[in-house]
């Protein structure tokens, strides 16, 4: 079994749409949970970055945490065309524990 | 401020043969990550660098991969003699810090080498 699980998708939403994206996982000790966003032929760049439990907003994406259940979400409200992309969560523990853990990815289309 | 940078972006290579990336950090990040995305796969981590040692080399796959960072800069990872499953995209990232700020514990990615052994 993975330790993170990610839908790969692909996710196809009309403009203007929200879109939930979603990550599962199962170490404990994961503390720091991220999004990165990738497009094609490109190195991820982050979007969010959250530790612990909670929410976090920025702009249009809001990243929660729950870390009782080991699931984490990104949303993105009024979609845009230019937010097509894979979206990638990944997560690391504390520390010297740095290395980063990463879902598959999810393709998103967002279409006009 | 220039970002990751990774040379090649693209290699192609035959079975037994030799290849080396080059990843240059960020200047002043003291931590650097290779990474490696096998198609249809997650990426996973490969190793960590502070500065010129080697902290975590716990997702090299064999003993075909070496990875160098001399002076604490730049690094290398090369793959001698490559085989076809050694073929996917390699990324290079780095970081500030370690700490507990957020900001300082980014890991700030490159565009990738993407490998073709055939």
């Known amino acids: 079994q993975k330790e993170v699980e990610q839908d790969p998708g692909p996710l196809s939403v009309p403009e203007g749409a929200i879109v939930s994206l979603n990550c599962t996982y199962s170490?404990?000790?994961?503390?720091?949970f991220m999004w990165y966003r990738q497009y094609s032929r490109k190195g991820p760049e982050l979007l969010m970055y959250?530790?612990?439990?909670g929410n976090k907003e920025d702009g249009r994406f809001t990243a929660q945490v729950d870390k009782s259940s080991k699931y984490i979400s990104l949303f993105i409200r009024d979609s845009q065309p230019s937010d097509s992309a894979t979206y990638l969560c990944?997560?690391?523990?504390?520390?010297?524990?740095?290395?980063?853990?990463f879902g598959t990815g999810t393709r998103l289309q967002v279409t006009l | 401020e220039a970002g990751v940078t990774q040379f090649p972006s693209h290699s192609v290579i035959e079975k037994g043969q030799t290849v080396t990336l080059r990843c240059d950090p960020i200047?002043?990040?003291?931590?650097l990550y290779w990474y490696r995305r096998v198609m249809g796969k997650e990426i996973k981590f490969l190793l960590h660098?502070?500065?010129?040692?080697?902290?975590?080399e716990s997702g090299m796959p064999n003993n075909r991969f070496l990875a160098e960072r001399t002076g604490g800069t730049y690094s290398t990872l090369k793959v001698q003699p490559a085989e076809l499953e050694d073929s996917g995209v390699y990324f290079c990232?780095?970081?500030?810090?370690?700490?507990?700020?957020?900001?300082?514990?980014?890991?700030?990615f490159g565009a990738g080498t993407r490998l073709s052994v055939l």
């Open positions: 990232a780095s970081s500030q810090d370690l700490g507990k700020s957020l900001a300082k514990n980014i890991q700030y």
């Open positions: 170490n404990s000790a994961f503390q720091y």
């Open positions: 959250t530790y612990s439990s």
């Open positions: 990944a997560m690391r523990g504390t520390g010297t524990a740095s290395k980063l853990t």
């Open positions: 200047s002043g990040h003291d931590n």
């Open positions: 660098f502070v500065k010129e040692s080697k902290q975590d």
